[in-house]
C-alpha cells in the first residue's frame, strides 16, 4: 500500500490518497525521502494538461530503493536514488536504443498516467532511477531531476565555453541555468522583468544582469525558463549569428517568429524538455564536482498545499522541496 | 565601361545602363557569359526590399576573369568563375576569419548597394569568385551560385545519408534540393500544392511525392523553399524528434511557432541563406561528381524582362538563365 497526495480534479486541494504498488520485473519501489515542486505540478493540478484525475503529482523526487523486481540488475536495495519527469519507455524502440528515451513514443511520465512522488513511495523502471552521487544533499537535489536536467540538456547540446548564454527568468529552472552555464565556462546574462533578483542572479553566476530590452547580437544561446511565450523579435536580434532561442516552458500560446530573423544570421529556435537517464547521470556528476544545487524551501510533505500554492504564486525561492 | 539592364524604380523594367568600373587591388572584373534570375532580383525589381535603384540585379553568375586587381593573389586572368550572393565581406572579422563570411556585419551583396550581374561585366572581390569546375556547363551551373548553395548548406548541415529529408515547393530552389539530397543518400520527399510537377520532382530524385496533409512523424529535415511563410503546426507535426525545420524563402510574414511542439520532441526551426565562399567551392564540387546541375530555360540577355516576367509568374521551368 502507498499512501499519497492526490488531487481529485482540476484546481483542487491535495488529499490523502492510497493505493497498491505493483512492481514489474524491472522495476523498483523507491521509499521517497524529498520531493520538489516542480512548475509542471501546478498546470497539472490547475486542469491545464488535461483531466488526469486522480492525480499524484511529483516528480523530482529522492529516495531509497525499497524492494527490486525479479529482473532488476542496475540497483540494489538501500541504494539512493533520483527519479524525475520520466520513469519508464518501451527500452527497444531506435530512440531507447540510442539513450534518447526521452523521445520514445511509449514514454512514461511520472506523475500522467502514473502516481508520483507526493508519496511515501513511488514505482520506476529500474533504467529511470538515478544513482545520486555521494556528496549531494537530497533536499537540495531533488530538483535537479525535472529542473536541474532541463537547463542542463540544451546546455550541453548548445553551449560550450566561453558562449555567451542567456538565461530568462530568475526562478526555479532559472537559478539552475546560471549556476550550470557558469560551471561551463560560459559569459552568463540573467534577464529579468525587475531588478529583485539581482543580487541573487549574480550568487548563482550571472556576470551581467539586464532588465529590459536585452539588446543586439550579444548572445550565443538564449534559454527561455518562463512559463510564458515571450515577444520573439528582440530575442532574436539579441542573439549573434548562428545563435539559438530555446524555448522549456510548455506555453499553448504560439511564438511569433520571424523567418527573415532567422535566415539572415543563421538562427535558430529549439524547443528542448527534461533530459534521458544517460544525461541524468551525467548532470548530478557535474553538480556534484561544480558545487550546483538547487535553492529550497523545505516543508513536510503534509503541507502539501501550501507549498504548491507558493510555487502557483511565485513565490517559492527557489523551489519548494517537501520532505518525509 | 560596363553595360547593364537597370531598373530606375520600384516595379520599372529593366534598362540599358551604364557606369565605370572601379577595380580595387583585390579585386577582379569578371566578363559575363551567364547569369540566373533568383526570385530575390524580382523582390528587389518589385520594391520588396526597400529603395535601392538605381538596381542592376543578377547575383547567379558565371564568366571570365578579365582583368585582376594589383594584389590579386588567388586567380588569374582568363579563369572561369562563379559568383553568387555576396561579393565582399571585411576579411578580418571573427566569423571572416573562421570562413563564415556570410555571417560578417560588413558582407557586400551583389546586386544591392552594388552593380549585379545582368551586364556584361562585374566587380567582385577575388575570394567570393569561385573557379568552376570544369565538367560543369556554364548555363546549368549558373543557378547553383545562388539557389544551389541556399539548399546544399542546410542540407550539410542538419541531413546526412539516411535522413528522411523533406522538400516544401518544386521550383528554382527546391528541384535542386531534391537532387542535393538524393545524392547525399536521404530518402527524399516533395511536398507540393499539385500533383502537376510529380513526374520532374521524381526525376529530380523524389522517392516520394506528397500533395496534401504532410503527414506525422516522417522526416528529420524540412526545407521550405516556398517565398511564403507557412502554417507551421502541420509541418512540426511531420518533423521526427529532433527534426529541423528550414526556412530558406524570404518571407515577411511571421511562423507561428508552438513552444509546445518543438519541446516535446526536441525540434527545431532554423533559418539559412546562400553560403560561404568555402561551401560554394564543396557545393561546385559535389555537383560536377554527382551530376546535379539545374534545368534552365536560356534566353538573351536582352530579352531580360521577358526572363523576369516568367520568374515573377512562377512560370520558369525550373530556372531563366540570361546568356551573352
Known sequence: MITAYAARGAKQPLEEFTYEETLGPKDVLIKITHCGICHSDVHL???????????????????????????????????RVGLGWQCNSCGSCEWCSAGEEVLCSKNQATCMGHFGGFADKVVANERFAIPIPERLNSAETAPL??????????????????????????????????????????????LSRTREKESAAR??????????????????????????SLTMEPYLAALRPKGVFVQLGASSVPM????????????????????????????????????VQAEVETMPMKNVNEGVARTRQGLARYRVVLER
Open 45 to 79: 493540478i490547475d486542469g491545464e494538461w488535461g483531466d488526469v484525475y486522480p492525480l499524484v503529482p511529483g516528480h523530482e523526487i529522492i529516495g531509497t530503493v525499497e524492494k527490486t523486481g525479479d529482473c532488476v540488475q542496475l540497483l540494489k536495495e538501500g541504494q
Open 145 to 190: 531531476l525535472c529542473g536541474g536536467v532541463t537547463v542542463f540538456t540544451p546546455l550541453k547540446e548548445y553551449a560550450r565555453a566561453g558562449s555567451r548564454v542567456a538565461v530568462v527568468g530568475i526562478g526555479g529552472l532559472g537559478h539552475l541555468a546560471l549556476q550550470f552555464a557558469k560551471a561551463m565556462g560560459c559569459r552568463v546574462t540573467a
Open 203 to 228: 550568487r548563482f553566476g550571472a556576470d551581467d544582469f539586464i532588465v529590459g530590452p536585452p539588446g543586439e547580437n550579444r548572445f550565443d544561446v538564449i534559454l527561455n525558463t518562463a512559463h510564458t
Open 256 to 291: 511569433s517568429v520571424s523567418g527573415l530573423q532567422l535566415i539572415t544570421g543563421y538562427k535558430k529556435v529549439a524547443g528542448s524538455a527534461i533530459g534521458h537517464p544517460c544525461v541524468l547521470r551525467e548532470m548530478l556528476s557535474f553538480a556534484a564536482e561544480n558545487g
